[in-house]
């Protein structure tokens, strides 16, 4: 695929998420293009499309598309887009044109207290001014440990070879801010695109190499020990941000500003001393260039453990100016080579979870790699919807357990093979773990909380995963993961009537939030609950429950920007206990005439749905042996092989020796038995052909 092609499909891929969403296309591109650079780590934090224009005083004129903030690097991104729909050919971006819109983002920036003080309360970039001019007022501002401001352009266009390099400034009428500029153009996108795992390689070279020797090595990895200037280390966090940083850990790192007082004590005063008090960092790389014990070149270097150190580090050169000491640091670091893609996948995670084992990040902080999200992975590949009226097949709700799966998933595909799989598979029905995220607060009536998103959201979600695994892990089932798509068909329902609405003008995340959680509230003091199997076989909502939530969010809406809240910011409003305890004291929205139709069912303590695998096992023997001797020969076959584990022989004997062959096996035993299978079958065609059919 050359540039051209990736250009047509690209406008292709957002304009056909813009007919079917109803979004405008001006959203859609920046909702597209933030997405394919959030899963490539290019963008560290959660975009939130914001789209504002306004004209100021003095004759200027301000606008950006959207927003992020990356609490951990103290980073404010504004983005502003610049794009040629339905052009056949690339165009290009040229530097008056960049120049033209870096300064409309920055006029929002730098007035944004004008802004604040004359702009519509109803609108979200009213918040995002009001937020930027009250940043150092009170720890409580969520922007309180600014020290950067980055503006962004999206672009489909191509750079000019002028805007190659961007130099930053610093604001003089502020405490330290720093002002960057960037352009994520097609070339990157298209680059992105055709990379082997969906990211753009960060290679590093060294001025002065790392002293390192090899530790240990296996097919897998190969481990070297290491000494790297904390002056080193703390330029390429200042370089690359939480970039550096391993997606689990970043996400629970204390902010850049609150540096750990103990390194900082330890660099100022006795930096000779450094490499003894400090336990050092775990990283890992792709690819390593070294000679004579000397390391000159990492590519994709990732912290696993450590981050707090890394963070410190940089702080302390950007704050305390000490560059003299940092040079007298050395950081004791272990650096994993992983080179294989796949592998690193799985050990990577496992690496970053045990190097933090004793560590304040806990499993809470590394949930993301929990079993929980590889049984929802594993249920979604597995299950297909029902067949609807005027569809001959069914689709399935793609699980992207970690970023950039789906797209990886094409990237060697022909494109039959890859229209075949879209079509099963549509962009439409992929999800992630930050949305699971967002809909289970929802679900258990914390809109409160699915508002603030990032990683508080996620942390109250893994809290619940792990308490729920340890209880019993069996109910994360299919009735469970049918619940789960049941309600992003809710949220995807509501979205829609909330964007559409005659009334609407902004604040629709947090809208969708608290309407959903407020009906969820209600339905479940009168003990009654979504019929989420309707739902399910349906793939809609019904239309009583259409009005009813068309009631529900503009009621929503109003109690939300009500002048009379006791907080000026909605945003911030929305984030708070107290608005939602104040929306459910409210009087009741729903009234008790409304019709629901056959929308909900009688609340019950749901039981696990155990699955009866070996049944079907035990048939599929029968076929293949003839005889009831069928199991004593495959139990004797599999014993006396090298290529069964001593777990698979523990499973093999527990249902050979049950009382009962079609006993029931819990969903993990399930799916391991079924593994078991499999292998057994690579040794055995008839019976790999007829597993393959039941499957």
């Given at each position: 695929m050359d540039l051209n092609e990736f250009y047509e499909g690209f406008w292709q891929e957002i304009d056909e998420k813009h007919r079917i969403s109803g979004n405008t296309l001006r959203e859609e591109f920046f909702n597209t293009v933030t997405e394919k650079l959030s899963e490539a780590d290019e963008i560290i934090d959660e975009p939130v499309y914001t789209y504002f224009e306004s004209y100021l005083s003095k004759n200027k004129r301000c606008q950006i598309d959207g927003y992020s903030w990356n609490e951990v690097d103290g980073v404010l991104s504004l983005y502003i887009s610049s794009y040629t729909f339905e052009s056949d050919i690339v165009a290009l971006l040229d530097k008056t044109t960049a120049n033209r819109n870096f300064n409309l983002a920055k006029n929002f920036l730098m007035k944004a207290n004008e802004i604040s003080e004359e702009a519509e309360t109803s609108n979200e970039g009213y918040d995002l001014a009001y937020s930027i001019d009250h940043a150092f007022e009170h720890e409580d501002n969520e922007f309180y440990n600014m020290n950067e401001v980055k503006i962004v352009i999206l672009t489909?266009?191509?750079?000019?070879?002028?805007?190659?390099?961007?130099?930053?400034?610093?604001?003089?009428?502020?405490?330290?801010?720093?002002?960057?500029?960037?352009?994520?153009?097609?070339?990157?996108?298209?680059?992105?695109?055709?990379s082997k795992n969906g990211k753009a390689e960060l290679v590093i070279n060294f001025t002065h190499p790392i002293s390192a020797i090899q530790a240990n090595k296996t097919e897998e990895y190969t481990s070297y020990l290491c000494s790297i200037s904390g002056y080193e280390l703390a330029e390429l966090y200042n370089q690359y941000g939480s970039r550096l940083i391993e997606g689990n850990i970043r996400s629970f790192l204390q902010t850049r500003g609150k540096v750990n007082k103990g390194i900082r004590a330890t660099i100022l005063k006795e930096p000779g001393k450094f490499f003894a008090y400090n336990n050092g960092i775990t990283a890992t790389c792709s690819a390593i260039q070294m000679r004579d014990?000397?390391?000159?070149?990492?590519?994709?270097?990732?912290?696993?453990?450590?981050?707090?150190?890394?963070?410190?580090?940089?702080?302390?050169?950007?704050?305390?100016?000490?560059?003299?000491?940092?040079?007298?640091?050395?950081?004791?670091?272990?650096?994993?080579?992983?080179?294989?893609?796949?592998?690193?996948?799985?050990?990577?995670?496992?690496?970053?979870?045990?190097?933090?084992?004793?560590?304040?990040?806990?499993?809470?902080?590394?949930?993301?790699?929990?079993?929980?999200?590889?049984?929802?992975?594993?249920?979604?590949?597995?299950?297909?919807?029902?067949?609807?009226?005027?569809?001959?097949?069914?689709?399935?709700?793609?699980?992207?357990?970690?970023?950039?799966?789906?797209?990886?998933?094409?990237?060697?595909?022909?494109?039959a093979i890859k229209k075949n799989f879209e079509k099963q598979h549509p962009k439409s029905q992929m999800f992630k773990k930050s949305d699971l995220a967002k809909y289970h607060n929802i679900f258990e009536k914390n809109p409160h909380i699915a508002s603030k998103g990032g990683a508080g959201a996620f942390r109250k979600f893994s809290e619940w995963i792990l308490?729920?695994?340890?209880?019993?892990?069996?109910?994360?089932?299919?009735?469970?993961?049918?619940?789960?798509?049941?309600?992003?068909?809710?949220?995807?329902?509501?979205?829609?009537?909330?964007?559409?609405?005659?009334?609407?003008?902004?604040?629709?995340?947090?809208?969708?939030?608290?309407?959903?959680?407020?009906?969820?509230?209600?339905?479940?003091?009168?003990?009654?609950?979504?019929?989420?199997?309707?739902?399910?076989?349906?793939?809609?909502?019904?239309?009583?429950?259409?009005?009813?939530?068309?009631?529900?969010?503009?009621?929503?809406?109003?109690?939300?920007?009500?002048?009379?809240?006791?907080?000026?910011?909605?945003?911030?409003?929305?984030?708070?206990?107290?608005?939602?305890?104040?929306?459910?004291?409210?009087?009741?929205?729903?009234?008790?005439?409304?019709?629901?139709?056959?929308?909900?069912?009688?609340?019950?303590?749901?039981?696990?749905?155990?699955?009866?695998?070996?049944?079907?096992?035990?048939?599929?023997?029968?076929k293949v042996y003839g005889s009831e001797e069928f199991y004593s020969k495959f139990h004797d076959e599999v014993q006396n092989s090298s290529n069964f584990s001593a777990d698979d022989l523990l499973l093999i004997d527990r249902v050979y020796n049950s009382e009962e062959m079609g006993k029931e096996l819990t969903y993990e035993e399930n799916h391991s038995f079924e593994k078991v299978l499999k292998k057994y079958a690579e040794s055995n065609p008839i019976f790999k052909i007829l597993l393959n059919r039941r499957i």
């Open positions: 489909d266009k191509s750079r000019a070879s002028s805007l190659d390099i961007l130099e930053a400034e610093i604001l003089s009428d502020s405490p330290n801010i720093k002002i960057t500029y960037q352009i994520y153009d097609i070339n990157i996108l298209y680059q992105l695109n055709i014990n000397q390391i000159f070149e990492i590519t994709n270097l990732q912290i696993v453990n450590g981050g707090q150190t890394t963070a410190s580090l940089a702080n302390v050169l950007q704050n305390d100016k000490a560059e003299l000491q940092l040079k007298m640091v050395f950081v004791p670091m272990k650096l994993n080579f992983v080179p294989d893609v796949e592998v690193a996948n799985n050990l990577i995670p496992n690496i970053s979870r045990y190097a933090n084992s004793q560590n304040k990040v806990s499993d809470i902080d590394l949930a993301s790699n929990h079993p929980y999200h590889r049984r929802m992975e594993d249920l979604s590949r597995k299950i297909r919807t029902p067949l609807l009226n005027g569809f001959n097949y069914g689709t399935y709700w793609y699980y992207e357990r970690a970023n950039g799966q789906y797209a990886q998933e094409t990237y060697k595909m022909s494109k308490k729920t695994w340890d209880n019993d892990n069996s109910l994360i089932d299919e009735v469970y993961y049918k619940e789960q798509i049941a309600n992003i068909i809710i949220f995807q329902e509501v979205d829609y009537i909330v964007k559409n609405a005659s009334w609407y003008n902004s604040y629709k995340a947090n809208i969708n939030a608290y309407s959903i959680s407020y009906f969820y509230w209600w339905i479940n003091k009168r003990r009654r609950q979504i019929d989420f199997q309707k739902i399910w076989n349906e793939q809609k909502i019904s239309s009583e429950l259409r009005k009813i939530f068309e009631v529900i969010t503009e009621f929503v809406n109003n109690y939300l920007t009500s002048e009379d809240r006791p907080v000026a910011n909605v945003t911030e409003w929305a984030k708070r206990e107290k608005c939602w305890i104040g929306l459910i004291n409210t009087n009741n929205i729903i009234s008790e005439d409304f019709e629901f139709g056959r929308s909900l069912i009688k609340k019950e303590k749901r039981k696990p749905l155990k699955v009866n695998l070996s049944v079907g096992a035990m048939n599929i023997f029968y």
